[in-house]
């Protein structure tokens, strides 16, 4: 059974850092993509960054620059550093697994991130 859990959101002030962790069981992070998308309050859920099983990363435009994606692999853990934080990043970030080989995609259950002054 597939399950990944996000940790680290929370409520910062514009220009400042948070690092969410979504921890994996029943995949490992190092085969398979993974990312994270995000929703905010009245909209549409959008890609925030991917990092691919050869380590590939990409990054929506308007987090390019202020936000990096990585993981662990021994800690079956994948990451979003975020920097640099604006008001209108406040959002539910979700974490992403897609599983090429089972041809199916999964989600976490989200961690809120509340960017505000």
């Known amino acids: 059974q597939v399950q990944l859990v996000e940790s680290g959101g929370g409520l910062v002030q514009p220009g400042g850092s948070l690092r969410l962790s979504c921890a994996a069981s029943g995949l490992m992070v190092s085969y398979n993509t993974m990312g994270w998308f995000r929703q905010a309050p009245g909209k549409q859920r959008e890609l925030v960054a991917t990092i691919a099983a050869i380590g590939n990363t990409n990054y929506a435009e308007f987090v390019r620059g202020r936000f990096t994606v990585s993981r662990d692999n021994a800690q079956n853990t994948v990451y979003l550093q975020m920097d640099t934080l604006r008001p209108e990043d406040t959002a539910v970030y979700y974490c992403?697994?897609?599983?090429?080989?089972?041809?199916?995609?999964?989600w976490g259950k989200g961690t809120l991130v509340t960017v505000s002054s």
């Open positions: 992403y697994a897609r599983v090429e080989a089972w041809n199916r995609d999964y």
